[in-house]
């Protein structure tokens, strides 16, 4: 089965940067699209980032577009988010999803809604703190 995992969460200070990881196995990546989502306390998920399986077409929500970039690396099954230049408003949980269709974040899906994947992450957590 397609089976996802992320990491690379922690504590930063406003500005600084942070890298997570999503990790992909029961599949290959480069068939494999990718999306990132976030959820703050006391509101509903929100979609960050998606990478298709087409490398490199990629899209950002606007409120982290030119500080955040997706990227991938096909031969360690792992796709990347860094995120720069931080915000105390992006502090959340990232969760990393899969879509094992490859169709998520093409010019046929946007990637930006939650049912277009089919994996879940457990979530990493991302605090942004002075």
């Known amino acids: 089965q397609l089976q996802v995992v992320e990491s690379g969460g922690g504590l930063v200070q406003p500005g600084g940067s942070l890298r997570l990881s999503c990790a992909v196995s029961g599949f290959t990546l480069e068939n494999v699209a990718i999306g990132w989502f976030r959820q703050a306390p006391g509101k509903e998920r929100e979609w960050v980032s998606c990478i298709s399986s087409s490398d490199p077409r990629t899209n950002y929500a606007s409120s982290v577009k030119g500080r955040f970039t997706v990227s991938r690396d096909n031969a360690e099954n792992t796709m990347y988010l860094q995120m720069n230049s931080l915000k105390p408003e992006d502090t959340a949980v990232y969760y990393c999803?899969?879509?094992?269709?490859?169709?998520?974040?093409?010019?046929?899906?946007?990637?930006?809604?939650?049912?277009?994947?089919?994996?879940w992450g457990q979530g990493t957590q991302v605090t942004i703190s002075s």
């Open positions: 999803a899969a879509d094992k269709a490859g169709v998520a974040c093409s010019y046929y899906s946007p990637g930006n809604r939650d049912y277009e994947y089919d994996s």
